[in-house]
Nanobody
Framework: QRQVVESGGGLVQAGGSLTLSCATSESIFNPKAMGWYRQAPGNQRELVAEITSSIAYYADSVKGRFTISRDLPTNTMYLQMHSLKPEGTAVYYC?????????WGQGTQVTVSS
């Protein structure tokens, strides 16, 4: 049983919007941080946005267009993406950081057509 599952990816035109979801199993609790990463073909995986109990961080490339949020009772995390650009095409991964382990999902593909 997967402990971290991303969903919501798909094909969208430039300028469009998508919302990604990251569902976590009940065995993961009290995360220190939850984040979204992405990896485009031939590129390294990069941090897109991260949220803790006190702050939300965004990469410069997505500031003002993406919003990260989480629902604590269900330990579900979201990434609202607006004004998407073709360079945003990548596999988006969810990472859950706890005191003892880093959990990663298998990713969801986002493709932005020009």
């Amino acid at each position: 049983q997967r402990q971290v599952v991303e969903s919501g990816g798909g094909l969208v035109q430039a300028g469009g919007s998508l919302t990604l979801s990251c569902a976590t199993s009940e065995s993961i609790f009290n995360p220190k941080a939850m984040g979204w990463y992405r990896q485009a073909p031939g590129n390294q995986r990069e941090l897109v946005a991260e949220i803790t109990s006190s702050i939300a961080y965004y990469a410069d490339s997505v500031k003002g267009r993406f919003t990260i949020s989480r629902d604590l009772p269900t330990n579900t995390m979201y990434l609202q993406m607006h004004s998407l650009k073709p360079e945003g095409t990548a596999v988006y991964y969810c990472r859950i950081n706890t005191a003892v382990y880093d959990y990663w999902g298998q990713g969801t593909q986002v493709t932005v057509s020009s």
